[in-house]
């Protein structure tokens, strides 16, 4: 049998070298070590460069053919579903940026102007510099998915559909087979970076405190979403909870709500909930419902921004929940794949930098399959929502 390490070990063992390696070769020979930093500072500078040419089309590929597909559903089901699903997104980024902004000033001030990511840049400039423009922006990318995913919904239009599905596969495969196995080395280039200049104590001890709070989150999350689900369908929503358990523990080995819809769809009927509504809902909500990577985001970012010194007042972080619960339709089933979708969000609405961009991600990743666990273990409470909102249709 093959074995195979995980995104989460390799995002662990590059931050390990990093570290290790940011302290050792200044020992050795200084020249060398600036050398070496340089060396990561120019991959960075290319995959960096790569990534946000690539996420307006992941948004288009995924997003408008989702919207198609949608567009085929039956009716009222498919309209509430979808709206129990957005509504449960958003109340899920409101949870986390009212307990982020109450609790990690506790433990990073947010008046402080290091500016982590950037500092560690400076440390060791890239070799030379290549622009990579997208070919489009981040808000003409979703209104782009929005026109032809109707369109094709309207028009039932088979040569197009057919095109995107193919268009998405290829997308997709890029992810998996380019970008996801990349943003190990990239992580370890920022880490190698911030060591060098001496801040990656500070960045540490914020991703344990992160790292905390956003578990208890998602477990508030969860509890809120069966307390819902148990009172209007008269269940114990801790019941509730632990029959949906195995699909929890699945989520968590494979770090996808797609690889997991087995699973969630058995747990989901055992909860009552019928199998007309299930067998639609549960698959629908693996691609829409993303509460508890919606937790995670936002709560990194604010996170980040704080380390950054930077505003996060509600206003603009209350517009990107609403706009991350629609781009994150375009999260592909791979593992960090949410966070690749959310990337331009971040840089355009909330102005992350490049090396803020890989510090997100490296605190995404590092309980990615809790997010995940989380998202599909509330798609069994959404589904018994519908149910009681839906016997009639």
């Not at 085929?72 to 979808?82: D, E, Q, R, V």
Request: charged share 10%; with cysteine; proline share 4%.
């Amino acid at each position: 049998m093959k074995f195979k390490l995980g995104l989460i070990w390799r995002i662990l063992i590059a931050i390990g070298l990093a570290i290790g390696l940011g302290l050792l070769l200044p020992m050795i020979h200084e020249g060398f070590a600036l050398w070496f930093v340089r060396l990561a500072a120019t991959f960075n500078m290319l995959f960096g460069g790569f990534l946000n040419f690539i996420v307006p089309l992941i948004i288009i590929a995924f997003i408008a053919p989702s919207i198609a597909k949608l567009g085929a559903g039956s009716g009222k089901l498919l309209g509430m579903s979808a709206a129990f699903a957005y509504g449960s997104t958003v109340i899920a980024g409101l949870l986390a940026y009212f307990a982020a902004t109450t609790i990690l000033p506790n433990f990073i001030n947010p008046t402080t102007k290091t500016d982590i990511a950037d500092g560690a840049r400076k440390a060791g400039e890239a070799f030379f510099k290549m622009e990579m423009d997208p070919m489009m922006g981040i808000m003409t990318a979703l209104l782009m998915a929005f026109l032809l995913g109707i369109g094709m919904a309207a028009i039932k239009g088979k040569t197009m559909m057919s095109f995107f599905d193919e268009f998405n596969l290829i997308i997709d495969k890029v992810i998996s087979v380019v970008i996801i196995p990349l943003l190990p080395f990239h992580i370890f280039g920022i880490f190698l970076n911030m060591t060098y200049t001496g801040e990656v104590a500070n960045v540490l001890s914020v991703f344990v405190f992160v790292f905390i709070m956003i578990i208890i989150l998602h477990l508030i999350m969860l509890t809120f979403q069966y307390t819902v689900a148990g009172s209007l369908n008269k269940r114990n929503p801790f019941v509730l909870m632990k029959t949906m358990l195995p699909a929890y523990l699945t989520a968590i080995g494979t770090q996808s709500s797609a690889a997991t819809i087995p699973v969630t769809l058995r747990q989901a009927k055992k909860t009552g909930a019928s199998e007309r509504v299930t067998n639609f809902a549960v698959p629908l909500f693996a691609t829409i419902h993303l509460s508890g990577s919606t937790i995670t985001i936002v709560s990194c970012s604010i996170g980040v921004m704080m380390m950054n010194g930077l505003d996060v007042s509600f206003g603009p972080y209350l517009q990107f929940i609403f706009m991350l619960g629609v781009a994150m339709i375009a999260a592909p089933g791979v593992p960090g794949g949410a966070v690749v979708a959310a990337t331009g969000l971040l840089t355009t609405m909330l102005g992350f930098t490049d090396g803020m961009v890989a510090l997100m991600i490296a605190l995404y990743l590092a309980q990615d399959s809790f997010g995940t666990a989380t998202n599909v273990t509330g798609d069994g409470a959404l589904a018994m929502i519908v149910d009681r909102f839906t016997k009639k249709i």
